[in-house]
């Protein structure tokens, strides 16, 4: 089954309260897009501005970075692959690297904040293991290019941002980087032979369940410092703890060895 678009609010396409909270999380996490989880949940009526204002002080304090940096070092990663020869010029390869990192910090950040959430609205026992240290937020990223919209590309190129998708089993999400790197046409369906072992479907699984386990220990660290603010918002409650057990579970805990081991491989040579 190809993966489908989640139902999102784009950024160029966000009224004016959205975009503020946009604007905020960008701020506060140093990464210049809004990843597909936020953009998501604005669809949701009053439930983006009830989600920031939860995970607002630890993104914010400086505690997030930390947390982020740790559980990066911590995360396994299959051996690494050689980027093949000529694959990319020198400056693609500097643009890439910039997206991937942008994808990385996105990923990182949201895996332990939403995870604290989901775990707290759940009720889950928290068990939390040595508070992060809070240091100073890094600077801005890079711009990236404008996300592609999946039926805007040509046939084989969303055929073969699908065909990663799929690797991932039946989320019914594609990834955003994934798509992101239909910029460079010959990416998707060269990615494969660039991560090796990365991509295949038993080592995605595992990843996912080892950053997933990382970052519910840090997720528990961090959640003293969350703001609920009541029930989530106009009874969304449901809607929410599901789409977060997607992302929180699944998506984006199997994005962070993918794109920690997408780094490393750009940044050989």
Do not use: C
Request: charged residues 15%; neutral net charge; glycine residues 8%.
């Amino acid at each position: 089954m190809a993966a489908a678009a989640l139902p999102e609010i784009r950024e160029a396409e966000a009224p004016p309260d959205i975009a503020a909270i946009y604007a905020a999380l960008r701020e506060a996490s140093g990464v210049p897009l809004v990843n597909l989880i936020h953009r998501h949940l604005a669809t949701l009526p009053g439930v983006l501005p009830w989600v920031w204002q939860a995970v607002r002080p630890p993104l914010e304090d400086g505690r997030l970075a930390g947390a982020r940096d740790r559980l990066a070092a911590a995360v396994p990663l299959p051996p690494a692959t050689l980027l093949p020869e000529n694959a990319l010029s020198a400056a693609e390869r500097r643009e890439v690297a910039a997206l991937a990192e942008t994808y990385n910090r996105g990923n990182l950040t949201n895996l332990i904040l939403l995870t604290a959430l989901r775990r707290a609205l759940e009720g889950t026992p928290a068990e939390p293991g040595p508070p992060p240290p809070a240091i100073a937020p890094p600077a801005m990223l890079p711009m990236p290019p404008p996300l592609p919209k999946l039926a805007a590309l040509p046939p084989a190129l969303a055929a073969a941002v699908q065909a990663l998708a799929a690797r991932h089993g039946d989320t019914g999400v594609v990834p955003s980087l994934y798509l992101h790197l239909a910029h460079w046409p010959g990416i998707p369906p060269a990615l494969p032979g660039w991560l090796g072992a990365a991509l295949d479907p038993a080592a995605i699984a595992a990843g996912r369940d080892a950053a997933r386990r990382l970052a519910e220990r840090e997720a528990d660290a961090l959640r003293p410092a969350l703001a609920l603010a009541g029930e989530v918002p106009n009874g969304h409650g449901p809607a929410v703890l599901a789409v977060l057990g997607t992302f929180t579970r699944q998506v984006i805990p199997a994005m962070v060895p993918i794109g920690l081991a997408l780094r490393r491989v750009l940044a050989q040579g």
